[in-house]
């Protein structure tokens, strides 16, 4: 009889994304949230001190333009590398052995399981689609003439 700590409750219960992703999911997080702080706030730098730049009012624009690219880059690192991680975790979790005997096995398994799938699809909720969401919704904001772009979505 195996334990709790099997393989295959172990692969059930672990994150399916990767460092690699972890990494992506950060950057899109940061440069999107610095988007849409930019624009919905209006805080654009009009010197960089490191760099010795002052930024005339076109240039602000150019800049904002700069990181929708900077967004848009890694949002696409972040779906590609999350659709190869979910690949694989569900590959590992076909091919793990389910045949395991929890202790707690009784007739509380069914809520216990059904609990759990819960709180896992909430999780990958939370760490897939939210970084998604803010990615696209930062893009929405920055991207040049999206007053265009959206008003054709209203119409």
Known sequence: MAAPESTAFRIKTRSPL????WKER???????MI?????KLGIVPAKISALGVELTPQ?????????S?????????FVIQLILDVL???YTLASADWN?????????FNKKSLVMTVLISVRLLIEILLPIILG???LLLLWPGKENFLRFFHQ
């Open 18 to 21: 990767s460092e690699t992703t």
């Open 100 to 108: 395991v005997t929890y202790p707690f096995q009784s007739g509380l």
């Open 35 to 39: 988007g849409i702080i930019i624009v």
């Open 59 to 67: 240039n602000q624009e150019s800049l904002k333009v700069v990181l």
């Open 136 to 138: 696209v919704y930062s």
């Open 88 to 90: 694989g975790w569900t």
């Open 26 to 32: 950060r950057s899109l997080l940061v440069a999107g």
């Open 69 to 77: 690219f900077v967004v848009f880059y890694f949002l696409i690192c």
